[in-house]
């Protein structure tokens, strides 16, 4: 790994853009897991563009709040809008007890540990599998041992192997363990909206749910995120929060994609279809990938991954996920990100070449 220093996360392009002497526009992103149809269903005139820029942001999100809390039946008491999930995330874990021993099952979101690493007295507990039936096995270990106290990541469906936890499974956890914090990240959950926790949490008040408008919504620029809790800890955590902190373009855009049910409609189908060809040209290949549940896929073991990973973008302008930095997994491992049927056949193309290369 010697070769080129590798960003921490997906969907640098302007990393990459630099590094090989493209523009960002010349890259074709498959590293971040964004719903590229949005572009077909938001508009924002002219007026309503400077009209936005000439006043300061709602601070409570209101209208924004209400919108979400029509579409989940959920009581607008128990919502904090965020810049993005991920500054929620940070909220929450910087607000935990000290001492706190936190549960987490590996490969997962590089976030959670880089942001528990910024506290001393934090105490990550990492299992890792590919199985999420080990990972319950794990954790009901860990929450019968005497640590305390105690808090549990998830992320559902989980980042990078698209794989579900069953809602059953977890809220049996939720209930008979409930002086544990259970934090669940279901950035991707509108893949598998059946194993939601979000209509839980009136009754779960050690249940803390994230929900991101980046991934599913396509909105990774704009950064809108939602943390819905029932947990009294929730109004000391938007006591953290700074002014302003969604900015006013962001707000108009969010609410109009969560009310736009054709949008939700048609990407669900636009995925369906783009995860059928995927996975045929996947068996076809004889390549080895788990069966996701969400917009990407995790290939395993691909012949000389990292330097594939570098030919892609220098060669074919294509950048995948190496997956070098999550626990569990190596640089011979890659995430993949469905956009268009385009994009999809580039990608199968070079993958082809490359293999019949060896």
Request: with cysteine; net charge neutral; glycine share 4%.
């Amino acid at each position: 790994m010697s070769e080129i220093f590798l960003p921490q996360h997906g969907g640098n392009i302007y990393f990459f853009a630099e590094k090989f002497g493209l523009s960002p526009s010349q890259i074709i992103d498959l590293s971040s897991s964004v719903n590229p149809l949005i572009r077909n269903f938001l508009t924002l005139n002219e007026r309503e563009f400077y009209e936005a820029l000439s006043h300061y942001p709602d601070p409570e999100c209101q209208e924004l709040k209400k919108a979400f809390a029509k579409k989940y039946a959920l009581s607008e008491e128990y919502i904090l809008v965020g810049n993005g999930s991920f500054e929620l995330l940070q909220w929450l874990l910087l607000s935990l007890p000290s001492n706190t021993h936190i549960f987490i099952p590996e490969p997962t979101f590089i976030g959670y540990r880089k942001i528990i690493s910024k506290r001393k007295n934090l105490f990550p507990h990492f299992n890792i599998s590919l199985n999420p039936e080990e990972h319950l096995f794990a954790l009901k270990r860990f929450l019968e041992n005497s640590l305390s106290p105690k808090a549990v990541i998830i992320c559902n469906p989980n980042n990078p192997t698209g794989l579900s936890f069953q809602k059953e499974s977890l809220l049996s956890f939720i209930t008979d363990y409930s002086t544990v914090i259970f934090i669940i990240d279901e950035a991707f959950i509108e893949f598998d909206e059946k194993n939601s926790l979000t209509t839980e949490i009136s009754k779960c008040s050690n249940l803390f749910i994230l929900r991101s408008l980046t991934k599913f919504y396509g909105l990774a620029g704009a950064r809108a995120g939602f943390l819905i809790s029932s947990n009294p800890l929730l109004k000391e955590i938007e006591a953290l929060k700074p002014s302003w902190n969604v900015n006013t373009i962001s707000q108009i855009l969010a609410k109009r994609i969560l009310e736009d049910k054709t949008f939700r409609e048609k990407s669900l189908e636009h995925f369906s279809k783009l995860k059928a060809l995927f996975e045929d040209e996947m068996r076809a290949l004889g390549i080895e990938f788990l069966e996701s549940k969400t917009n990407f896929y995790l290939l395993r073991n691909i012949p000389k991954g990292y330097d594939f990973f570098l030919w892609l973008i220098q060669e074919r302008h294509i950048l995948v996920r190496n997956c070098y930095n999550f626990l569990g997994l190596s640089e011979r491992d890659i995430r993949v990100s469905l956009k268009e049927e385009d994009s999809l056949n580039l990608f199968c193309e070079a993958l082809k070449e490359w293999l019949k290369a060896l």
